[in-house]
């Protein structure tokens, strides 16, 4: 029981408990949609005294803030207390591919050539925490939704506008991925 | 008994509950890995079978649990929020935004949740990318009456 709780859990229970989550979430009377957070955070902030788009009763969604913080809570004790900071084993071709864009095989979570503050103003740490950011944050209320808005509340929801936005998930994620990445050298 | 009585308090509750839910959701992101950069692009390389099935298993177990809910529930508020708020008409807004928001995606590794997991876990780096986002967001507000949607 314990190794099972302390190893990475395979994609069958988290997919589930991930639906638990936005089912419990409905059954609140809430919905399970996590980018709505920034436009929260927005309005929180006053814009919308001048951006009409962040004029609203954002105290009412105020929920989903505090679901935020106990995502950042949920983190830090998985990491510290889960053994979650384990490095992914990717597959030979995986490895093979961050090979050839020139970073080392996972030794932690996340690789630490691109989330450190030293590497935010290299073309890579540039394009990964700036540019990308920017562009989830853009995209995603443009798209009315994350992937928990869309990929998940959305679909089983069988929402046809949410397929549309999957779609366009995985077109760019894919020319990014294939295109784009291999040109951020350093 | 204090503990007691302050959670027995409704309001506290209402906090509590939502704090817990994201806490179970931080930990779920964190031991599947879905927060990982690597597990994003791995993805995206269709080298692995591990996101598409969290995700697959997610819609499934969602859809089957909506239809229950759906069929089962009568109370208002629920059936409001089943209902998660009719998307808006229109096709460009999601193909066009949704191709941004995965360009960002596969960019960071990251959607907007596990962004915030991350710096729970100590990555401190990403606040910057958490900033980055809410930029992005105002800046959608600001020109949203000339895009598509």
């Given at each position: 029981m314990n190794n099972l709780l302390f190893e990475p859990w395979p994609w069958y229970t988290s997919g589930l408990l991930i639906a638990l989550i936005m089912l419990l979430l409905i059954l609140w009377g809430k919905t399970f949609g996590f980018s709505s957070n920034f436009r929260t955070v927005c309005a929180a902030c006053g814009l919308g005294s001048r951006i009409p788009f962040f004029n609203f009763e954002w105290k009412s969604t105020s929920w989903n803030l505090l679901f935020a913080l106990g995502a950042l809570i949920g983190g830090y004790l998985a990491t510290h207390?889960?053994?979650?900071?384990k490095p992914p084993q990717l597959s030979a071709g995986a490895l093979a591919d961050l090979d050839r864009l020139g970073l080392l095989a996972p030794q932690s979570f996340q690789p630490e050539e691109i989330f450190?503050?030293?590497?935010?103003?290299?073309l890579r740490g540039f394009f990964v925490l700036v540019v990308g950011g920017f562009l989830v944050g853009f995209g995603t209320r443009w798209a009315g939704g994350c992937t928990s808005g869309h990929a998940i509340s959305g679909l089983s929801n069988l929402q046809w506008p949410s397929l549309l936005a999957v779609i366009g998930f995985f077109a760019g994620g894919l020319v990014t991925t294939w295109f784009i990445w291999p040109l951020l050298g350093f | 008994m204090a503990i007691v009585r302050i959670l027995n308090s409704k309001k506290m509750f209402k906090t509590l509950k939502f704090i817990l839910a994201g806490i179970v959701f931080g930990i779920i992101m964190i031991k599947s890995q879905a927060a990982s950069w690597y597990r994003i692009r791995e993805m995206f390389l269709f080298e692995s079978f591990h996101m598409f099935g969290i995700i697959g298993t997610a819609v499934a177990a969602g859809i089957i649990g909506i239809y229950l809910i759906k069929k089962c529930s009568d109370r208002e508020k629920i059936k409001e929020a089943v209902g998660l708020k009719p998307k808006e008409h229109g096709i460009w807004r999601y193909l066009l935004g949704g191709t941004i928001f995965g360009i960002g995606w596969a960019l960071t590794g990251a959607c907007p949740g596990p962004m915030v997991v991350n710096f729970g876990s100590g990555y401190a780096a990403m606040a910057v990318v958490i900033l980055a986002a809410i930029a992005g967001t105002a800046f959608y507000g600001i020109i949203k009456n000339k895009l598509p949607h």
């Open positions: 207390f889960l053994g979650g900071n450190n503050f030293k590497y935010l103003f290299t | -």
